[in-house]
């Protein structure tokens, strides 16, 4: 069996495994006989071009995700391994190992008291800042919003904001910036 058969058996089994699929239904909705996806499926195949396009579509994916090495199912990223960054005494640490054009989204920590000026992102910017623990304060533009636990306030992201832990324990909150 070569490489790029082992390749298409395994994503083929994955896809469909994950989509709760049987081969009957994967080879019905191909347009294909369930024996030819079986063959397909067990590595032993050699399906054609035209085989392959039907049971793309029939799993919504392109071919290329049939041909290429398997993906791992995940990836763990060690709280070390996340960017941290100290501003003005506010711990803020990134949440996306990898970049994620147009996203950024951030974990801030205030200590008790602490005060941290946003920094205004591009014009059309949408931010959603979410409080998790303790009270965070949210001044945009003079406009002061006041979040516990669970609250969200979106706001346009572009204008000067600023972060106030308004209690006596440590707040956290997340900040996700829509670019």
């Known amino acids: 069996m070569s490489a790029e058969g082992a390749y298409l058996a395994e994503n083929l ?3 469909r495994h994950g989509r709760g699929l049987t081969q009957a239904q994967v080879a019905k909705a191909a347009g294909i006989p369930r024996p030819t996806l079986a063959h397909v499926e067990s590595g032993m195949g050699n399906p054609t071009l035209q085989v392959l396009v039907a049971i793309a579509a029939a799993l919504q994916v392109r071919i290329e995700e049939l041909l290429s090495p398997p993906r791992s199912q995940g990836r763990l990223f060690k709280a070390s391994e996340l960017k941290t960054k100290t501003r003005m005494g506010v711990s803020v640490r990134e949440l ?3 970049p994620l054009p147009g996203v ?5 920590e205030l200590p008790a008291a602490t005060r941290m000026k946003g920094v205004p992102h591009t014009s059309g910017t949408q931010e959603y800042l979410t ?7 949210l001044a945009i533009e003079g406009v002061v919003f006041e979040l516990a636990p669970g609250d969200v306030v979106v706001f346009r992201g ?3 904001h600023s972060y106030r832990n308004r209690g006596s324990c440590t707040a956290i909150c997340y900040s ?4």
């Open 13 to 15: 089994r994955a896809l």
């Open 96 to 98: 996306l190992p990898d």
């Open 104 to 108: 950024q989204l951030e974990r801030m």
């Open 131 to 137: 409080c998790e623990a303790g009270e965070v304060e």
């Open 158 to 160: 572009d204008q000067k």
């Open 176 to 179: 996700a910036v829509l670019l």
